[in-house]
């Protein structure tokens, strides 16, 4: 196979960026203070940005920042001098939904590279090719396209497209729902969007009588996991595989990544290994905190990729430490609490170039050498007896797999 | 400025209302009407009327429609209407003489957006309901496309390509035979419509828009009124209404239909952060 593909990963700060790149991304996608669909997120300051795209380039990733609300006539005031400066600071791409961008991009930062959002729609090739003609490079299709949709638009638009391959998911099509305007007044193409497809609603017929049992009714889709099919995705054509997440913890970021990695890697290597994958597949289910469906990609969706389950999540505390160092001397593990666990518990520690190990805690010290029973407190930092030499920024969760 | 009022065709008796012109949908490529039409039926009112005749397809397009979309559209092409309303900017790169209003539900708020496509070809935007009437004027003094603008109807909220009707009802295996429906927040009283069609499911406001008392305050080109899922009995008075500029009749309608001024005169929050 050996065919280039980029894994695409979000970061809500500078942190997660690192995380993401340090655990397998190709590329890292961001939201700047301004024109973000997420409005609510930490988001990045140019000087952050130019950070972060330093650290990327110097890790031969890349950085795209989304600019990708759709803009009122107040939000487009230094929208040019900041395409100008995202250029000149050496980001990437930015990712846009609203083409007033192309043509501010035109006048301000003609040679900065335009990626169309999945805000935009685009369905068909014959859209794809409106944008093409325009300059555009990239388009990130509608989560509503299908395997045969995907393969018709690469092969007779010889764009590169962008897909989701996991996270949440829009039940509407993108950009065309203001449901989070109606129900909260917050503008849900200007990053305000309240997820009223997550809420529970009672459902009445035409002539005004109950049809759902009490308030289960809801348009709520589960969430996408593409992971048996990217072998597809990769002979299909697809540039660019994207999770979804901005808001995500650096934990989901590391997790999520490096399981697509690896199964990227094993693809595009021809080196099918069916254990693997179905631990990927387990481990990937494991941090998603609901349901997954593939949704569109191989079939129309029914009732089985809804979510009936109301607000209901799956929160786990798996994500135990992030490792700050290993004492050779001691054969101890440095690492930085973030979830309870004891002596006796079965853990794994997992990083980018090793092997996830297993072990049993079997010695557990406070900072200063002090023998504790169990890490209790979040940002504490243990030590933790181990054979093995791990490095710093590896992780450590239950082990939920042996 | 000059406004004409454009009645959407959502049932045979809406063509004797007064008006200037009509919009028609179209089978299989429009969403929200009740009732679409195909190309010969579109062909004999548009030789029959003396009025403006526009027809919709407002719907976006899967890749596999393409080819049938183009046809419709090139059939439409030769009949003389005086726009095609396109809901997929795929139209914008075919050569089709006649004028291309778009309308793209929620994505053209701003005077550089409806500028670019004007720029491209597009001769007019229907806009958005989620702007308010300052930004509305701001857009007509910016741009030389036409302006549509809805005035009186449902307001369209989202769509999505799932059948989130049947879908509910298969998972709980229930009964599932009502024309449309409503759903509702518990504990909540606003109501909002949820129709099922072919091509996906639809959510509109429970409340229609109505901006008769305004109207004159609007600089657009066209103004929409739209009976779509409510009481068509009353289309004739409301139509006269809106063509006559009856502003005393504006309360009437109201009461009639519960009806508001949606987000004329309110503005949308955007960075949530700032404002909580």
Redesign the interface.
């Known amino acids: 196979m050996n065919k280039k593909v980029e894994l695409l990963a979000p970061a809500g700060d500078l942190d997660r960026l690192k995380f993401a790149i340090m655990y397998g991304a190709d590329a890292v996608y961001i939201g700047g203070n301004k024109y973000s669909l997420r409005?609510?997120a930490k988001n990045f300051n140019l000087e952050e940005i130019k950070e972060g795209v330093k650290y990327a380039h110097e890790n031969n990733a890349k950085v795209y920042v989304a600019v990708n609300i759709?803009?009122?006539?107040?939000?487009?005031s230094g929208l040019g001098e900041y395409l100008k400066s995202l250029y000149e600071i050496g980001t990437d791409a930015v990712i846009f939904?609203?083409?007033?961008v192309?043509?501010?991009a035109k006048k301000w930062a003609p040679n900065l590279e335009l990626h169309l959002s999945t805000q935009?729609?685009v369905?068909?090739?014959?859209?794809a090719?409106?944008?093409k003609?325009?300059g555009v490079k990239r388009i990130v299709l509608?989560r509503?396209?299908s395997k045969?949709?995907i393969k018709?638009?690469i092969d007779e638009t010889a764009l590169e497209i962008e897909c989701f391959i996991h996270g949440a998911m829009c039940?509407?099509?993108s950009?065309?729902?203001?449901?989070s305007?109606?129900f909260t007044?917050?503008?849900?193409?200007?990053?305000?969007c309240c997820q009223v497809c997550r809420?529970?609603?009672?459902?009445?017929?035409?002539?005004?009588a109950l049809?759902?049992?009490?308030?289960?009714?809801?348009?709520a889709?589960k969430d996408l996991s593409l992971a048996s099919y990217l072998e597809e995705m990769i002979n299909v054509g697809i540039s660019s595989f994207k999770l979804e997440g901005r808001m995500r913890s650096s934990y989901y970021v590391a997790t999520t990544i490096l399981t697509y990695r690896r199964l990227i890697d094993m693809y595009v290597n021809n080196l099918r290994d069916e254990a693997y994958i179905s631990r990927a597949i387990k481990i990937l289910q494991r941090c998603a905190n609901r349901e997954v469906a593939p949704q569109?990609f191989n079939a129309f969706?029914?009732?089985d990729?809804?979510y009936?389950l109301g607000r209901q999540e799956n929160s786990n505390q798996d994500f135990l430490g992030v490792v700050l160092g290993y004492d050779e001397t001691k054969k101890e593990i440095i690492l930085e609490q973030r979830n309870y666990f004891k002596n006796g518990d079965k853990v794994t520690v997992f990083a980018p170039k090793m092997d996830d190990y297993s072990f049993v805690v079997d010695g557990l010290s406070d900072d200063e050498g002090k023998a504790l029973e169990a890490a209790r407190h979040p940002r504490q930092v243990v030590r933790i007896r181990c054979d093995k030499m791990v490095p710093v920024n590896a992780m450590m969760r239950v082990n939920f797999l042996d | 400025m000059m406004k004409k009022t454009l009645i959407k065709i959502n049932n045979e008796k809406a063509f004797s209302c007064v008006c200037d012109g009509f919009i028609m949908g179209v089978k299989r490529y429009s969403f929200g009407f009740g009732k679409t039409y195909d190309v010969s039926e579109i062909k004999k009112i548009v030789k029959e009327t003396k009025k403006e005749v526009f027809v919709s397809l407002n719907r976006?397009?899967?890749?596999?429609?393409?080819d049938d979309y183009?046809n419709v559209l090139n059939e439409l092409d030769g009949l003389g209407i005086k726009g095609l309303i396109v809901g997929?900017?795929?139209?914008?790169?075919?050569d089709l003489k006649t004028n291309i209003i778009l309308d793209?539900?929620?994505?053209n708020?701003?005077?550089?957006?409806i500028?670019?496509?004007y720029?491209?070809g597009v001769a007019g935007v229907v806009l958005t309901n989620?702007?308010t009437k300052d930004?509305i004027n701001?857009?007509s003094k910016?741009t030389k496309a036409l302006l549509f603008k809805q005035v009186f109807g449902l307001?369209h909220?989202?769509?999505?390509?799932?059948?989130?009707i049947?879908?509910?009802m298969?998972?709980?295996n229930?009964d599932?035979r009502?024309?449309?429906?409503?759903?509702?927040?518990?504990k909540k009283d606003d109501?909002?419509l949820?129709k099922e069609e072919e091509t996906?499911?639809y959510?509109f406001?429970g409340k229609p828009l109505n901006l008769l008392r305004v109207i004159d305050e609007l600089s657009v080109d066209y103004l929409i009124i739209d009976d779509y899922m409510l009481d068509g009995d009353c289309l004739p008075m409301v139509a006269k209404a809106f063509y006559e500029r009856d502003l005393s009749k504006s309360e009437m309608i109201n009461e009639k239909y519960g009806a508001n001024t949606g987000?004329i005169n309110?503005k949308?929050?955007?960075?949530?952060?700032n404002n909580e």
Not at chain 2, 268 to 273: A, D, I, Q, S
């Open positions: 409005a609510n759709v803009f009122h006539d107040e939000d487009t939904s609203d083409p007033l192309i043509d501010v935009a729609s369905m068909n090739k014959d859209a090719k409106y944008y003609n325009l509608a509503e396209c045969k949709d018709e638009i039940t509407n099509i950009g065309s729902c203001v449901l305007n109606y007044n917050r503008d849900a193409n200007r990053g305000g809420f529970n609603f009672n459902l009445y017929d035409e002539n005004s049809v759902s049992d009490d308030d289960n009714f809801s348009i889709p569109f969706p029914g009732k990729e809804q009936y | 976006t397009i899967y890749n596999w429609e393409l183009k997929d900017v795929a139209a914008l790169t075919y793209q539900t929620h994505l708020n701003s005077s550089l957006t500028n670019h496509y720029n491209n989620d702007i930004e701001l857009i910016n307001p909220l989202s769509s999505s390509a799932r059948k989130l049947s879908n509910y298969e998972y709980f229930k599932g009502s024309d449309h429906y409503f759903i509702r927040e518990n109501y909002y949820v996906g499911t959510i406001s987000f309110v949308t929050m955007y960075k949530v952060k």
